[in-house]
């Protein structure tokens, strides 16, 4: 059997930090806020909402809603992200993505001030990714994959990671992230000849293809640490799923993460992590 690397202790870790700097900050007379802006009533959108609310309400964030209709202009989504920007009372800001196909969403999240980018949206957040500065935020979900390595104490440091997908949402902030924490960095997308061969070579492989279980046992080979980003829900046995194939994994790689309860478990931690730092960089 390989180790299964739960995300849920990961996430308790990183929210009992998180809970001890708010409670410094409360101290201090700053209650970090997080305002989360959303257009029309997505279920997917509706859902990561509540989840990031009852997360920050448990570190002691306080959340504030805005809910635009959902044929809301650019116009008008970038007016509420500016206020937002320019409201002192508020340390992070999360717009609900991806927005309506019509909606310039580059465009958009230049109105969100990049102290208060806590999801590492915009192209400034980005820019510190790459730069491996800490003026910005890394993308949640990337930065998640991040705190469950580090939380399992899995050496990053001079090791192979390979990353399967180069979105910028998860794939090349991952690897920019393992990048600058001493990995030498293969990253692969939809182009590349024998991914399989390369992912076999890595120590780490992180799945983020966005391809239901097709990371399977040509991928894999002893020793290796796989983080599954993945998440598809499965018509068939009615059940979320990741991008690896997680039987084939089992029993050959040295520890994987399961779908769902992995990477998935961390984000909203992170986020609200995010938050409370960007309160504490504030008030320096
Ligand atoms: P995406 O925008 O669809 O990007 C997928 C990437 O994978 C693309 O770069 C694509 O290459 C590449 N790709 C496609 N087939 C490939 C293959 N056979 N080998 C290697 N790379 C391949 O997806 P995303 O937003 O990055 O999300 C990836 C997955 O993570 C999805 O399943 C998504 O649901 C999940 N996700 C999970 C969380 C979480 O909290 N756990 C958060 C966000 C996303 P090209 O660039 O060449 O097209």
Redesign the pocket.
């Known amino acids: 059997m390989s180790m299964l690397l739960r995300g849920a202790p990961a996430a308790a870790a990183l929210n009992e930090k998180t809970a001890q700097l708010v409670s410094e900050l409360r101290e201090k007379g700053v209650a970090p806020t997080l305002a989360i802006v959303r257009l029309g009533a997505r279920e997917d959108d509706l859902s990561y909402e509540r989840a990031a609310v009852k997360r920050c309400a448990a570190v002691g964030i306080e959340t504030r809603c805005a809910a635009l209709p959902e044929n809301a202009s650019g116009g008008e989504v970038e007016e509420t992200l500016r206020a937002l920007s320019a409201d002192a009372s508020v340390h992070g800001i999360l717009l609900l993505r991806p927005l309506p196909p019509a909606l310039d969403e580059a465009r958009i999240l230049r109105a969100i001030a990049p102290e208060k980018d806590v999801d590492g949206a915009a192209g400034s957040s980005l820019a510190a990714v790459y730069a491996g500065t800490d003026e910005g935020f890394a993308p949640c979900?990337a930065q998640?994959v991040l705190e469950l390595l580090d939380y399992y104490e899995i050496p990053i440091e001079g090791k192979r990671a390979v990353v399967?997908?180069?979105?910028l949402?998860?794939?090349r902030p991952a690897a920019m992230l393992l990048l600058h924490r001493g990995a030498t960095v293969t990253l692969?997308?939809?182009?590349?000849e024998n991914?399989a061969g390369l992912a076999r070579e890595a120590d780490i492989l992180v799945a983020?293809?966005?391809?239901r279980e097709?990371v399977g046992a040509a991928y894999f080979r002893a020793g290796q640490t796989v983080i599954d980003?993945?998440?598809?829900y499965n018509e068939e046995t009615q059940k979320l799923c990741g991008?690896v194939a997680l039987a084939e994994a089992d029993g050959v790689v040295r520890a994987v993460t399961p779908v769902p309860g992995g990477?998935?478990a961390l984000?909203t931690a992170v986020l609200a992590a995010h938050t409370a730092k960007a309160a504490a960089r504030r008030i320096k």
């Open positions: 979900t998640a399967l997908g180069r979105s949402v998860v794939g692969c997308h939809s182009k590349t991914a983020a293809a966005g391809r097709s980003v993945g998440i598809h991008d990477v998935g984000t």
